[in-house]
């Protein structure tokens, strides 16, 4: 990608070092879940905050969701499976990115 010069990335060993990380740099983390309570079009997203997504099939362990600052969820019409990660993903980057332009 023409961009990767203009991020960075950072990996972890695993949970527990993102954890110490995070908490180092005193990030909240954000949790995407189909358990959520509150929707992610009702949350301020903010500069301090990781959104974290789990796989489609399985979500995140239950130590994760432990962890987690805020559950949001993306509502879906009663009945319906939940929507891929890429729509997912796609549509609350759009909502953090509408909100930082309101700032």
């Keep these: 990608m023409d961009y990767l010069d203009r991020v960075t990335i950072v990996r972890h060993a695993d949970f527990a070092a993102f954890q110490d990380w995070r908490r180092e740099a005193r990030l909240k983390l954000v949790l995407m879940t ?56 796609a549509m609350v980057a759009g909502e953090a990115l509408r909100q930082g332009r309101a700032a």
Excluded: C, K
């Design 34 to 89: 189909t358990l959520g309570a509150q929707n992610y079009l009702d949350h301020a997203f903010a500069d301090d905050q990781i959104v974290l997504f789990g796989r489609e099939s399985a979500g995140v362990p239950p130590a994760v969701h432990e962890a987690a600052d805020s559950r949001l969820v993306i509502p879906v019409a009663e009945g319906l499976r939940s929507l891929n990660i890429a729509v997912s993903v």
